[in-house]
């Protein structure tokens, strides 16, 4: 992988993660930073840096709670089908 599409992939996904510290912190520029996200030519790309951020954030939790990943991604699922869709 040429060191120029590398930089691009590891900027995307940290644009991943200020999205969603934006979206906990309820940032007033979480629009402005899917909008970016929304302009990335390589959409394959930002879904797989997204679950890479999840999947990331899920082991982590896992590790921290004696919990398997598995567990902790089936309470997420759980957390956000029950939450208010706006």
């Known amino acids: 992988m040429a060191d120029q599409e590398r930089e691009r992939l590891l900027d995307r996904r940290r644009q991943v993660v200020a ?4 979206m ?4 007033a520029n979480v629009d402005s930073l899917v ?3 929304v302009a990335d030519e390589d959409r394959h790309r ?9 999947s990331t ?3 982590s939790l ?3 709670t004696g919990r398997s990943a598995d567990d902790v ?11 208010p869709v706006e």
């Open 57 to 59: 954030l899920a082991d």
């Open 24 to 27: 906990h912190a309820s940032d």
């Open 46 to 54: 930002v879904i797989g840096a997204l679950a890479v951020a999840g």
């Open 62 to 64: 896992a590790k921290a």
């Open 19 to 22: 999205l969603i510290k934006a």
């Open 35 to 37: 909008d970016a996200l």
């Open 73 to 83: 991604l089936d309470e997420l699922e759980q957390g956000l089908t029950s939450a």
